[in-house]
């Protein structure tokens, strides 16, 4: 049986015959967060992936325990995986106008920023051992674990159904569902609250947070980064506003883009649960094309610690990993039954194209 998160509003049209022994074309681009990952192609053995790696139709990507990972497919969208997952893209291609993506997860967590599809026929399945669900245009979660599939929707909505298609529910904005193997979505309910919620805001049109575990979240190049799961960025009177959930302890680095000299404000404020909000501001320096600032975040007496770094500290803040905003379109994707392709290889390199993410929604009061 298989969990199905489908980005759908129409069942897919027949795949089109494909001449033998057609070269595989690019369906997605790998960035390294963290840690040891793996990658294989149909048929092919695991090796260790890195970055900027080509993915295509058959490739899988696994993470180790301590590892994290970015997949960019050709259309825009981007999969978070968190430690100890495993991923398959077992179809992705562009029919008559329309974005055809099916994903496969077998284990662990992982975290979707779907483009808005534009079309009925355009879908984007997330098969797992337990379930159905279809979105369009979202930000969600999914969770494989002991045999169930959890959902957890961000923003937008997530129709998710049993692996048989017997029973259905919807899964709005701060909700989420679990499904057993062979049984129907339990009703939709509350996520839980998150412990901890960090919320950075710069007076900028392009700046990127990279939170603790090295995943950043903000806007660049005019389109949404949103690596953390559960992640909102909005764009507020010329101010980004970038909300963390559930982020550990460490340091909080941001990178604006600016062509000024004067420095620009940027202000951190820390809310955990059962806590009053701390609110530190800070300033970040102006360089010859980027301005940066950081704190570091720490737990005193079970209450949040923040202190602003010194500029000596800011100059070692990692940059950030944001891959290309997407790959150019596969037409008609076969599905690749050789080794992964060296991205050396000529076609191996993705073209790219500008083009917009799903903007998450500002969180609600009290969240």
């Known amino acids: 049986m298989a969990t199905v998160l489908d980005v759908s509003g129409a069942p897919g049209a027949a795949q089109a015959q494909t001449p033998a022994r057609a070269a595989p074309q690019p369906a997605a ?22 970055d900027g790696s080509v993915l295509y139709v058959g490739s899988t990507v696994r993470t180790s325990a301590d590892a994290r990972a970015i997949i960019t497919l050709f259309e825009g969208s981007t999969v978070e995986l968190e430690p100890a997952s495993d991923i398959t893209i077992e179809e992705a291609t562009m029919r008559g106008g329309s974005t055809i993506v099916e994903l496969a997860q077998s284990l662990g967590r992982s975290w979707h920023v779907v483009t808005h599809l534009t079309t009925a026929d355009s879908r984007y399945e997330v098969k797992t051992p337990a379930a159905t669900a279809s979105v369009r245009g979202t930000a969600f979660e999914v969770m494989v674990e002991d045999g169930a599939t959890t959902v957890t929707t961000t923003e937008g909505r997530v129709a998710t159904a049993d692996a048989a298609a017997t029973s259905e529910v919807l899964v709005l904005p701060d909700q989420t569902t679990t499904v057993h193997a062979n049984s129907a979505p339990e009703p939709p309910r509350s996520a839980p609250a998150a412990q901890r919620v960090v919320t950075v805001s710069a007076l900028s049109e392009s700046s990127l947070v990279v939170d603790p575990l090295g995943r950043a979240n903000g806007f660049r190049d005019g389109r949404v980064v949103a690596q953390t799961p559960g992640a909102r960025v909005r764009m507020q009177d010329g101010t980004i506003v970038v909300t963390l959930p559930n982020v550990p302890d460490g340091v909080f680095g941001t990178t604006i883009a600016t062509s000024a000299g ?20 800070s300033a970040a320096q102006a360089g010859d094309a980027s301005a940066r600032s950081g704190v570091e975040l720490r737990t005193v007496n079970d209450k949040p610690d923040v202190r602003a770094l010194t500029a000596d500290e800011t100059k070692e803040l990692p940059d950030a990993k944001v891959s290309p905003n997407k790959v150019s379109a596969p037409q008609k994707t076969p599905r690749a039954s050789d080794p992964l392709a060296p991205t050396s290889q000529p076609g191996a390199q993705p073209a790219v194209t500008p083009r917009r993410s799903v903007v998450p929604s500002p969180p609600p009061t009290g969240r």
């Open 262 to 281: 004067a420095p620009v404000p940027v202000f951190t404020t820390v809310t955990d649960a059962g806590e009053d909000p701390v609110t530190i501001g």
């Open 29 to 50: 681009i790998l960035t390294v967060i963290s840690g040891a990952v793996l990658m294989r192609g149909a048929g092919a053995e695991f090796s260790s992936a890195t």
